[in-house]
């Protein structure tokens, strides 16, 4: 089967990293994409996955970054130069956004991609029996726990669908 490219935001690791199940996320049929200025943000390192192949990190050249700081003053919302590096690379390459930053899936959305978040992830770890749905129950809770920002009533939907 074709693999799926998505390029991924820093909030959406941070999720997975809470939930105890990045390591099983890296197995779904993806090719994971990011930045390094995305990369920096997110404070425990992924540098393993990138030296093992499984996230591939776009270095942006000047060039480029001159062309992000100018996408980043055309977005109709406010977002970081971070957020738009990830805007570029996945127009680019015409890959699903993994975030769950509500201004960034606007602008994303806005330029025509397909914007997913930490429950899509989810449901596919389930699809491709890499967790069953009772760890994804207590990966959800873990997450709901910390505070991280996820939509409320999609996340009681799975929980009791998942319990």
């Given at each position: 089967p074709v693999s799926t490219v998505v390029v991924q935001d820093a909030n959406i690791f941070i999720d997975l990293q809470i939930g105890q199940v990045l390591n099983n996320a890296f197995q779904m049929n993806c090719i994971f994409h990011t930045t390094d200025?995305?990369?920096?943000?997110?404070?425990?390192?992924?540098?393993?996955?990138?030296?093992?192949?499984?996230?591939?990190?776009?270095?942006?050249?000047?060039?480029?970054?001159?062309?992000?700081?100018?996408?980043?003053?055309?977005?109709?919302?406010?977002?970081?130069?971070?957020?738009?590096?990830?805007?570029?690379?996945a127009d680019h390459l015409k890959a699903i956004m993994l975030t769950g930053d509500g201004?960034?899936?606007?602008?994303?959305?806005?330029?025509?991609?397909e914007v997913r978040g930490t429950l899509w992830v989810l449901d596919n770890m389930i699809e491709s029996h890499l967790i069953s749905p009772k760890q994804a129950c207590v990966a959800l809770?873990?997450?709901?726990?910390?505070?991280?920002?996820?939509?409320?009533?999609?996340?009681?939907i799975r929980l009791r669908r998942w319990a």
């Open positions: 200025a995305v990369l920096d943000e997110v404070e425990d390192r992924l540098d393993d996955y990138a030296d093992r192949g499984l996230l591939r990190v776009k270095v942006m050249s000047g060039d480029e970054l001159l062309d992000v700081a100018i996408l980043k003053n055309q977005q109709p919302r406010r977002i970081s130069f971070e957020d738009c590096t990830l805007l570029k690379l201004n960034l899936r606007f602008c994303a959305e806005s330029m025509g991609l809770q873990k997450m709901m726990s910390a505070g991280r920002r996820l939509p409320a009533d999609e996340c009681q």
